[in-house]
């Protein structure tokens, strides 16, 4: 037999207790039993590093797993504590964790300690009958308990003489996936446990990671699942489910709720909960809030969107399916809905905007809004708020006077002849405060401003048919023209399936260019005016090209261009020249309600003018069109169209902030409750998805509308304003009106006496009178209590003491 060499041989001056591999196998730890550990580096020949890391015998030293120069020490002596050491650094251990005094007759002794395979850092220690963790990488050199678990001592079992403790650790080893994607098994796993790795992804033992192999003072093995905590936590917002295990956090599915509201790619599928969420909480500079101009630029920015998802999906579905299908999609009609729903809330947001800053200038405010110009004629606007600003109110019509034309003379109407025209067109004062609601009149009077508006959203066909509307037919036919150029630029740079993608829209804004600057009529033998019959059968034939014909007359469920109406208008309203019947002009409802009433109300008489508001009341209720308050105002009829508005799109978000904006009187006992029923259902759908930020600016935003109606001194017929606006020239008066009216809740108090610290209160507290004499020594401003003398508070920041005033 041949004889083996030992490849090293060392002395010691002390017997080995313990020996331990470190850093891959080049260091050697030799623990002694008289307290030194002592480490040999393989690599050099030098004289080994020695510590002192016990009171007595080194009983274990235990290498990090997961760090090739950390490891722990422990005695097994009474008291002593578990080191843990950086073999780099040995002048002094990485930390000490000392254990509780032990309750038994060991005397609290360490019987095993082993370091967690999965969790780096944390070190288990038996001691006694429980198992410790430590995570020794916590923040400072203070190891911070994680967990214990005890061993299991049996059913029945008379501790008596029989003393349980642990004698010996070890981690269940860890499962990985070699490249073929069998389940393999660390090289250091017994053989027991590699035999048990066979059963591949079905064994039992890849679940359960975090399990401790023991050995008890009885002899026996136990086999012992680390406590951990594991919490659960249900979302208030959208009852999704997380739970967490060690390092890993399981959240429910995204599918339902707020979650899946942000996960939707077309607007038009979203429900109007998620639709309030994402207007609420938009992530750009704008959100829906209690500022009217805000709310109109993120409704014309989610129009346009809406619009360019349209277009990407015809271009999508028309190379798949073909052009026939998409007339019948369902995401179509979706699409008609939601536009539809859109355009009434920019049509409504608009006339709130305008309203504000027709009555902030009616008050001779001299900083108006730039957006929209204040009126020239400003005497012909005498409303005072949203309340008095319907149609209805501004031409002071009634159901005792609705019939008596007679009032005409009191209303100081005249009719007058259109020279371009030919046809009566009817003017007061009262019908040009309707028309500055209706948008109709701009700065100066001008109606290049009014076109020039329109244009700039893109509006040429409304621009055309306002320049008819207004007898000027020359700037009718420019706009056609710009309109057409337009639509060519728009065509060179879109894809072949977008709705301009050829010239035949192009074309027919030029041909009704052509129609209207050939414009003409002869008198007929009763002395009325008609137009020529070749003139009107051009128009016929302009009004069968099928991009001209109506949504209702070719049952499309696809969206109809939107300036269509408008061109459809113009034709018909020069055909009938001559005719007194507009009615295929006024109840068309692919034009604006606002535009159907501004042409009402410059070329309707007032008996047929009070019958065509009536009805569109009625039809804007049954249907729940918001455009519907631009004739009622927020009256009590006002109030029905928004209940009629929720009931049917479940918008509580609008009704809430178009609510908010007055003061209803307080007879009005059904309505305020509808109101208040809008306010804190949205204020509670805010608070339900954890909205506080957003909940919190539109309270304020509410209060700040509020104190300027107590301002004001209205309540049924008060202005309320945007929320960026202001009136500089009474901010002064705006703040103490709203202290007056709206006293403060909440008061600094002294942290010691308890005493209200503003100055009205301190007059009223009875100590302050036994202080005058010391008082009228102090400064105006004192950095203490004027009862107690103690001292306030202190700044968090700045650190300075707070002040307050000498009574």
Known sequence: MRKIAPAYRYAHNCGVESLAWLNEGQILAVGCQRRAVQLYDLRA???????????????????????????????RNAGEPVKVWDARMCQSPLSEIALPRGYRRSGGVVGAVAWSISRPGVLSIGFEDSIRNYDTRSPGSRALPVGVSYLHRGDGVDDGDDFLSVQCLAYQPQFFRDSSGEAAVEESASTMVAGAASFGAENPFEFYPHRTLAVTSR???????ESQIAPLAISSRDGRIASGLGGTVWIGPTTRGPSAMEGVDQIWEEDISSRMMRRARCFHAN???????????????????????????????????????????????????????????????????????LSIDQRGNTEFNEAIPPPDDI??????????????????????????????????????????????????????????????????????????????????????????????????VLALQRGADHVKALAEEGDANTPYSTNKYSETLSLIAMCVAGFNVKAANDGSVRTTTLWSSACDNLLQRPDMVSAKDNHSSQVQLPG??????????????????????????????????????RFLPRTNLHLFLDRSIKRCIDLGNLEGLLITGLDKRGIALLQSFVDRYSDVQTAALISCRVVLPSEWTFERRMTLEWLESYRFFLNGLQMWNVRAAFDVGRFEHLRRLKQVGGVGSAPSFSGRQGI?????????????????????????????LPLSKLRRQEGIANSCSWLSRQKPVLTCCPQCKKPLPRCSICLLSLGCLNP
């Not at 606007?381 to 007679?406: C, I, P």
């Not at 500089?728 to 006496?753: E, V």
Request: hydrophobic share 35%.
């Open 45 to 75: 020949n030098a004289t080994p590093l020695s510590m002192d890391a016990h009171s007595e015998m080194v009983s274990g030293i235990v290498p990090d797993c997961n760090a090739a120069t950390t490891f722990a020490t422990f005695g």
């Open 219 to 225: 002899g026996h093995i136990q086999l012992i699942p």
């Open 287 to 357: 959100k829906i809030s209690t500022d009217a101009l805000d709310n109109v630029r993120i409704l014309e920015e989610e129009r346009e969107r809406i619009l360019a998802e349209e277009h990407l999906q015809l271009i999508v579905s028309g190379r798949e399916r073909g052009a026939e299908s998409l007339q019948s999609s369902p995401s179509s009609t979706k699409f008609v809905k939601t536009v539809s729903n859109i355009d009434q809330l920019l049509h409504c947001w608009r006339w709130i905007g305008l309203v504000e800053n």
């Open 379 to 476: 005497n012909s606007w005498f409303a005072k708020g949203l309340v008095d600003s319907g149609v209805t109110k501004l031409l002071r019509m009634s159901n005792r006077d609705a019939h008596d034309d007679g009032n005409s003379n009191s209303m100081m109407e005249t009719k007058t002849t259109s020279d371009t025209l030919f046809c009566d067109v009817f003017d007061s004062p009262l019908r040009r405060a309707a028309l500055y609601a209706c948008g109709w009149i701009k700065k100066y009077g001008s109606l290049q401003n009014l076109i020039d508006e329109c244009e700039g959203r893109g509006d040429f066909e409304r621009s055309a048919a306002m320049a008819v509307w207004h007898g000027d037919l020359n700037s009718c």
């Open 564 to 601: 269509v109406s408008y061109l459809r208008a113009i034709l018909i309203f020069l055909q009938n020249i001559g005719n007194v019947d507009y009615n295929k002009t006024i109840y068309d409802e692919g034009l604006s309600l606002a535009d159907r009433v501004g042409f009402a109300c």
């Open 728 to 756: 500089s020239s009474k901010k002064q008066q705006l703040k103490d009106t709203s202290q007056s009216n709206f006293p403060p809740q909440l008061w600094a108090r002294c942290n010691y006496c308890s005493a209200s």
